[in-house]
T-cell receptor
């Protein structure tokens, strides 16, 4: 069964460093998302991406964040200068249509020291 | 703006007992509703969803949920809990109304503990 994959599973970085989180969505899906879950809190929407552009972003998704689909298969989230409060589990999701089921990857745990 | 409220951040049930997880939503247009489950150290897995049609929806692992528009609820039930049901459960909503691309808005989650 097709699945969404994410790498790395755990990333530790120093405050101020850049990180890139990688996702491989399900191959025939067209809509891509990033969510995050700070420990003990609810899952929050960050950004949605369709037709090679951002379709919606949350207040959390400021200028430090960017997304890219560089090669038609990978979908990346970049944080330019990480802060302590960026420590969270980051989930990638994809779906075939905008209102269909979103399939989630296993997540990347980001720890900022 | 839509929102989701899950009553009870933790629920403890005995093996074999009924599991009932409550979810209420607010949405300005008819929503699409989802329940996801998260096992320890894993991602989110879809349990079931409601989009249109029959208001009682059945999902995986014996779970079902009923959409009640008048009560703006989408409670999740399972008649008989199993030890493997221990996990965190999230109710989520997508705003319907024909929008092309929609984000999921999640409730706070309910952690289920199953006692032998």
């Amino acid at each position: 069964e097709p699945e969404v994959t994410q790498t790395p599973s755990h990333q530790v970085t120093q405050m101020g460093q850049e990180v890139i989180l990688r996702c491989v969505p399900i191959s025939n899906h067209l809509y891509f998302y990033w969510y995050r879950q700070i420990l003990g809190q609810k899952v929050e929407f960050l950004v949605s991406f369709y037709n090679n552009e951002i379709s919606e972003k949350s207040e959390i998704f400021d200028d430090q964040f960017s997304v890219e689909r560089p090669d038609g298969s990978n979908f990346t989230l970049k944080i330019r200068s990480t802060k302590l409060e960026d420590s969270a589990m980051y989930f990638c999701a994809s779906c075939g249509t905008g209102v269909d089921t979103q399939y989630f990857g296993p997540g990347t745990r980001l720890t900022v020291l | 703006a839509q929102s989701v409220t899950q009553l009870g951040s933790h629920v403890s049930v005995s093996e074999g007992a009924l599991v009932l997880l409550r979810c209420n939503y607010s949405s300005s247009v008819p929503p699409y509703l989802f329940w996801y489950v998260q096992y320890p150290n894993q991602g989110l897995q879809l349990l079931l969803k409601y989009t249109t049609g029959a208001t009682l929806v059945k999902g995986i692992n014996g779970f079902e949920a009923e959409f009640k528009k008048s009560e703006t609820s989408f409670h999740l039930t399972k008649p008989s809990a199993h030890m493997s049901d221990a996990a965190e459960y999230f109710c989520a909503v997508i705003q319907g109304g024909g929008a092309a691309v929609n984000k999921l808005t999640f409730g706070g989650g309910t952690r289920v503990l199953v006692k032998p």
